[in-house]
């Protein structure tokens, strides 16, 4: 409960913390974030940490001078990029591992096969858009890694998610992260960036629940 109390606290103050970070470690703060968004992007124990949101109030940050834009806009894609590839190594160290025997009840080795045409079908949309979404933008590039889809293709499409996942939230943050009518709201701003982030994984939940219904 103290660890789920942190991490409210956390997002609905993150405008505070985030000033605490800069005002206590200066530079080191960008070695900071780039930790925040490898682990969020590369380890899948790590799913829950800050993502649109926090790329968002960086923004705001950044068009006051309290954070370099340029820096961040180079520093956190390589942060997700990176991530993102250890997280798909991992999968596809682990994957056969995983699915090697034949008779398991629940990882049977079909469904890597399945889950590997999956990906070289359709994982170029599945990466991109994955990344616009929380959670499930950190398991991705495992299920990636599992199904063995072709690193070059993942690596050109992950660029693409990564980079343009970035660029938008973290700009949309120096643009208008320092209206009036946006600053004086900022916590409901967050709020609402969260829950816009998580609604298609809360609707393609439903929808996968329901088409298994009927």
Partial sequence: MDVIAYFLDFFIHLD???SMLIRN???W???ILFLIFFCETGLVVTPILPGD???FALGTFAAIGALDIQMLAILLPLAAITGDSVNYTIGRF???RVFKSQNSRFLKKEY????HKFYERHGGKTIILAQYMPIIRTY???VAGIGSMNYRWFITFNVIGCVSWVTIFLFGGYYFGNIPAVKSNFTWVIIAIVLISVTPGIIEYFRHKSAVGS
């Fill in 94 to 96: 682990v994957g056969p």
């Fill in 25 to 27: 470690f200066g530079g």
């Fill in 29 to 31: 703060s960008y070695l």
């Fill in 53 to 55: 949101s926090l790329l």
């Fill in 16 to 18: 505070q913390h985030l």
């Fill in 112 to 115: 890597l096969t399945r889950t």
């Fill in 140 to 142: 991705a590039p495992f």
